[in-house]
């Protein structure tokens, strides 16, 4: 930020809105933004794919529509039985990551974001479990060279509300609890808010210890420095004050399985002048000058952190932080809306930051609309991942029919895939959100999970055309 209070702005910056043709009425989408910047440094930029695939072809089972060319195979839903013999598959499926095994092999770490009232929870398994009383928590997948399921289990339990997370660079997922609930709230004998990780090969190898040092607050994700080992956490918080974006700087950086719980130190980013996110509009806002603040109490113990006392110069919030991954040589991290009427300090409907450590840059790369000329009829982004193609792959979180979205590095916006399972009625349809969207190690198939119904599809196709 300069003397005068004006953001740097990027010469580079370029506007571009494109409608994504999905075939569903009102459910067009505009992205506007500097999409060159945001794959620039990324391994993707080298192989990049410009155009989309196609008007959505309808599927006659009614679980999900494709461009002509791809196909789905189901590879899990909710209420079937694991192939563990360890109970039903849960509900309410979200956070995914892939993960390569041996001989070919392909692991899968799924999040299931039970609450109390989750309707299937997690089986309680011994030594997995943290706190019997949760009903969210993991499963794994393992499937082999052809994608065919050949195991499924209980990953961690007794978690709960388990939203998104990420992987690491040693191959484990860490799965985030999305929540705040103390021990004695909601029928919880521990206290939850925490990360856990989650060996999706070896569950037993990680077991269910919470990561306390990364803090206790209404996690959504997380992305690793694989240089550095630094690990970047949202948090997604609705009401003000809204949530904090923090590093956690490890004792054992990059020391593999198990290292996090070594301990570390908790931070939170703060952007002088800039005590809201949404309150920056403008495509290439550069700060320069961001400042990292440690947080008082992790832990949580009187006070949420981010009601906690920064100092006379305070902390930096974004309602809504989501979404949160590596590219290149940057953090990319997504605020999925601000609503001024909740108290915002403006309003979008979703907003893509990249923080560059090298430079100690925050820069605005993408925003989604209300200031475009078309707009998204619910709340967008929420997960987002890196396609092999190039560019992004977003899944809409919002009202009406739910996509996933492709956006190329030229700014065109494509539909990737409309879920069909309706959950409501004839006259108040009801669609769950898409989650959880990643690609195999190879690039060559995209899973993705509904939420509602929990579903986990594989979706295969021309990919890199």
């Keep these: 930020m300069s003397e005068n209070g004006s953001p740097h702005s990027s010469a580079a910056t370029t506007r571009r809105q494109m409608l994504a043709r999905s075939g569903a009425v009102g459910a067009g989408i505009a992205f506007t933004g500097a999409l060159s910047e945001l794959f620039t440094d990324s391994a993707a930029a080298q192989n990049l794919g410009h155009y989309g695939y196609g008007d959505l072809v309808p599927d006659p089972?009614?679980?999900?529509?494709?461009?002509?060319?791809?196909?789905?195979?189901?590879l899990s839903k909710e209420g079937d039985r694991l192939r563990s013999g360890e109970g039903p598959v849960p509900s309410n499926h979200d956070g995914m990551a892939a993960f390569a095994g041996r001989q070919g092999r392909t692991h899968l770490v799924r999040n299931h974001e039970n609450r109390n009232t989750g309707r299937v929870p997690v089986p309680v398994i011994d030594g997995l479990t943290y706190d019997p009383e949760g009903k969210g928590g993991c499963t794994a997948l393992t499937l082999d060279r052809s994608g065919r399921v050949v195991d499924e289990?209980?990953?961690?339990?007794?978690?709960?509300?388990?939203c998104a997370g990420g992987p690491t660079p040693w191959h484990t997922w860490l799965t985030c609890e999305e929540t705040e609930d103390k021990a004695g709230t909601n029928g919880y004998t521990k206290d939850h808010g925490f990360i856990f990780e989650v060996d999706g090969a070896d569950p037993r190898r990680t077991g269910a210890v919470p990561l306390t040092a990364m803090g206790r607050f209404q996690h959504e994700a997380i992305a690793v420095d694989p240089r550095r080992g630094v690990v970047y956490e949202t948090e997604d918080a609705f009401e003000r004050p809204f949530g904090l974006f923090y590093r956690f700087l490890p004792r054992k950086p990059l020391g593999g399985t198990g290292?996090?719980?070594?301990?570390?130190?908790?931070q939170a980013m703060r952007v002088p002048g800039v005590p809201e996110?949404?309150?920056?509009?403008?495509?290439?806002?550069?700060?320069?000058?961001?400042?990292?603040?440690?947080?008082?109490d992790p832990l949580a113990v009187e006070t949420p952190i981010r009601f906690q006392d920064f100092g006379p110069k305070g902390i930096t919030h974004a309602q809504k932080l989501e979404g949160c991954y590596w590219g290149g040589r940057s953090v990319y991290f997504v605020s999925s809306f601000a609503h001024a009427s909740q108290g915002s300090a403006a309003d979008h409907y979703g907003q893509i930051w990249?923080?560059?450590?090298?430079?100690?840059?925050?820069?605005?790369?993408?925003?989604?609309g209300p200031d475009?000329?078309?707009?998204?009829?619910?709340?967008?982004?929420?997960?987002?991942c890196l396609a092999p193609s190039g560019g992004l792959m977003v899944c809409e979180d919002g009202g009406g029919a739910q996509h996933v979205y492709g956006?190329?590095?030229?700014?065109?916006?494509?539909?990737?895939?409309?879920?069909?399972?309706?959950?409501?009625?004839?006259?108040?349809?009801?669609?769950?959100?898409?989650?959880?969207?990643?690609?195999?190690p190879d690039g060559r198939t995209m899973y993705v999970n509904v939420y509602d119904p929990g579903t986990t599809f594989a979706v295969t196709g021309p990919w890199r055309r």
Excluded at 153 to 162: F, H, L, P, Q, S
């Design 153 to 162: 289990r209980v990953a961690i339990a007794g978690t709960a509300v388990n």
């Design 277 to 296: 996110l949404s309150s920056i509009q403008e495509i290439g806002a550069r700060f320069d000058d961001v400042e990292w603040v440690d947080v008082p």
């Design 61 to 74: 089972d009614g679980l999900l529509d494709l461009p002509r060319g791809f196909r789905y195979k189901v």
């Design 259 to 266: 290292s996090l719980r070594a301990g570390g130190k908790l």
């Design 372 to 384: 475009t000329d078309i707009q998204l009829p619910g709340e967008s982004p929420d997960n987002i």
């Design 407 to 440: 956006v190329t590095r030229r700014g065109e916006v494509y539909p990737m895939a409309r879920n069909r399972q309706n959950t409501g009625t004839a006259e108040e349809p009801e669609w769950g959100e898409f989650a959880g969207v990643t690609f195999s």
């Design 354 to 368: 990249r923080y560059d450590p090298d430079r100690r840059r925050l820069t605005l790369v993408i925003v989604f």
